[in-house]
């Protein structure tokens, strides 16, 4: 599956974005697609954490994952796979650029390539268009929400 990137202005100072895309096990109250997420492990970093964190989604039957969240305290999370059954690797990341004035430009990227599946276009076409700027209208409203 080819990377899908997508950029969104959010008003609100990166600091507060940053703390809604940290704050993983809230995500259920705000993510309709998520179920749960369970932190398994956290290592502090001189710039942040590393979060092992297994999800467990629902699309079109519930599943889960485990990914290891590296976060950046100065604008950015970055994920990589460690375990599923379904998937052979999943990676992506936000990147956080400050506008000034309350505003952020949030860019969130996901590559994530199936085990042993094709991928039709039109599932590709589903999370480039409908899914990824659905999450990501959902982080802008829990952000804005959080003022």
């Given at each position: ?5 997508r ?8 600091s507060?974005l940053?703390?809604v895309i940290?704050d993983y096990e ?5 993510l309709?697609?998520v179920e ?7 290592t502090p ?16 039957k519930?599943?889960?994952y485990v ?5 950046d305290k100065y604008g ?8 599923s059954?379904i998937?052979?690797?999943n990676v ?12 952020t430009?949030?860019?969130y990227g996901?590559?994530a390539?199936p085990?042993g599946?094709?991928?039709p ?7 480039t268009d409908?899914t990824?700027?659905?999450t990501?209208q959902?982080?802008?409203a829990?952000?804005?929400s959080?003022?």
């Amino acid at each position: 599956m080819p990377e899908a990137r997508r950029t969104i202005i959010i008003n609100t100072p990166p600091s507060v974005l940053y703390s809604v895309i940290t704050d993983y096990e809230s995500y259920p109250q705000f993510l309709k697609e998520v179920e749960r997420i369970e932190i398994l492990n956290v290592t502090p970093t001189s710039n942040g954490r590393i979060v092992r964190a297994r999800y467990t989604v629902r699309v079109v039957k519930s599943i889960q994952y485990v990914i290891d969240l590296t976060e950046d305290k100065y604008g950015s999370v970055r994920w990589t796979l460690v375990e599923s059954s379904i998937m052979r690797s999943n990676v992506g990341g936000w990147s956080l650029k400050d506008l000034g004035d309350g505003r952020t430009e949030a860019t969130y990227g996901l590559e994530a390539v199936p085990k042993g599946l094709f991928v039709p276009k039109k599932i590709m076409t589903m999370l480039t268009d409908t899914t990824l700027p659905s999450t990501l209208q959902s982080f802008k409203a829990r952000a804005e929400s959080m003022l």
